[in-house]
């Protein structure tokens, strides 16, 4: 996951504190909700959906409620100080705490959960799975 088109290809990191807070079902039943304010890589979502997909299979579908729009740059190892911004390194989204990371619409409760728990074992962040009622 990248985003296709990007004006400037380098940008700073900014704040945690100042990132959309998505807190509300708009799409499915199921959500897993971040317990922590942090970045998240593009690789990670991409373990998780394949994660997620691998249990639901046709059943239930995945909604993302976050993309990786932010550029992370990092310079090589033994370089000397100056000479510039480093290349991109990989792309990364902020999630402020209580926002949704992702949506399943799934009838299958046991599944959707099950699903839910898996991905939120491969996730560096504390997570909550919430329920529609």
Known sequence: ????????????KG???YSIKLD????????LMALNSC??????????????KRQLKKEGKLIFRVFPHTPVTKKPSEVRMGKG?????FYSTKLQVGS????????NKTKA??????????????TKIITKS
């Open 1 to 12: 996951m990248k985003p296709s088109n990007l004006i400037f290809p380098k940008s700073q």
């Open 15 to 17: 704040s945690l504190n």
């Open 24 to 31: 509300k079902f708009i799409f499915g039943n199921y959500a």
């Open 39 to 52: 970045r998240i890589k593009a690789s990670h979502l991409e373990i998780i959906q394949l994660a997620i």
């Open 85 to 89: 911004k480093g290349s991109v390194a």
């Open 100 to 107: 949704f990371i992702l949506e399943v619409l799934c009838l």
């Open 113 to 126: 959960i099950k699903a839910l728990n898996i991905a939120a074992s491969k996730l560096p962040l504390a």
